[in-house]
T-cell receptor, first 114, second 111 residues
Framework: DTGVSQDPRHKITKRGQNVTFRCDPI?????LYWYRQTLGQGPEFLTY????????KSRLLSDRFSAERPKGSFSTLEIQRTEQGDSAMYLC????????????FGDGTRLSIL | GENVEQHPSTLSVQEGDSAVIKCTYSDSASNYFPWYKQELGKRPQLIIDIRSNVGEKKDQRIAVTLNKTAKHFSLHITETQPEDSAVYFC??????????FGTGTRLTVIP
């Protein structure tokens, strides 16, 4: 399968714990995006990378959130001191560079905060 | 920022009938409009997209129309089948690559 892969698929944790998710994009894509999707809503943009450079961050990305893409391949999204409101599906997408390139999504990581 | 509104939120059609989902956007600079299909527990899947230099695009039973003046675009599915049942999301982008999504339409095709 050469699509976008995310790990883990599900994460259950207690409030206040730190969590980290991983995304492996389609190998030919050098742009990688993180979105958050809550029940009944469309995905909301969080941040994106071109290669290893983080080029844009949404105001939704509080200081408890940090994303990295150290070698320009896979990316990690870490949430520190999780809160109830962080419960959501975290989706990763990737695309070729350039404007208006189709974004292809992974299956997401569903985070549940107890 | 961009605001995308999507209607209806739910849509039920008989198998074989057509389904139409409509979206409006607020930022006149938006120039890319993809549509995604999301089945329960699965990834959003790109089904069709349109750029602002064209008014209509068709791919088999799926078509998208764009009216830049009115700032709205629509998804048309003809000859619906039960496997078309899913949640459909429209999105808009100014080219900066972050997509702004609508709130989704749950389509149910009744056999």
């Amino acid at each position: 399968d050469t699509g976008v892969s995310q790990d883990p698929r599900h994460k259950i944790t207690k409030r206040g714990q730190n969590v980290t998710f991983r995304c492996d994009p389609i190998s030919e894509h050098n742009r990688l995006y993180w979105y958050r999707q809550t029940l009944g809503q469309g995905p909301e943009f969080l941040t994106y990378f071109q290669n290893e450079a983080q080029l844009e961050k949404s105001r939704l990305l509080s200081d408890r959130f940090s994303a990295e893409r150290p070698k320009g391949s896979f990316s990690t999204l870490e949430i520190q001191r999780t809160e109830q409101g962080d419960s959501a599906m975290y989706l990763c997408a990737s695309s070729f560079p350039g404007n208006n390139q189709p974004q292809h999504f992974g299956d997401g990581t569903r985070l549940s905060i107890l | 920022g961009e605001n995308v509104e999507q209607h209806p939120s739910t849509l039920s059609v008989q198998e074989g009938d057509s389904a139409v989902i409509k979206c409006t956007y607020s930022d006149s600079a938006s120039n890319y409009f993809p549509w995604y299909k999301q089945e329960l527990g699965k990834r959003p899947q790109l089904i069709i997209d349109i750029r602002s230099n064209v008014g209509e695009k068709k791919d088999q039973r799926i078509a998208v129309t764009l009216n830049k003046t009115a700032k709205h675009f629509s998804l048309h599915i003809t000859e619906t089948q039960p496997e078309d049942s899913a949640v459909y999301f429209c999105a808009a982008s100014t080219g900066a690559n972050n997509l702004f999504f609508g709130t989704g339409t749950r389509l149910t095709v009744i056999p």
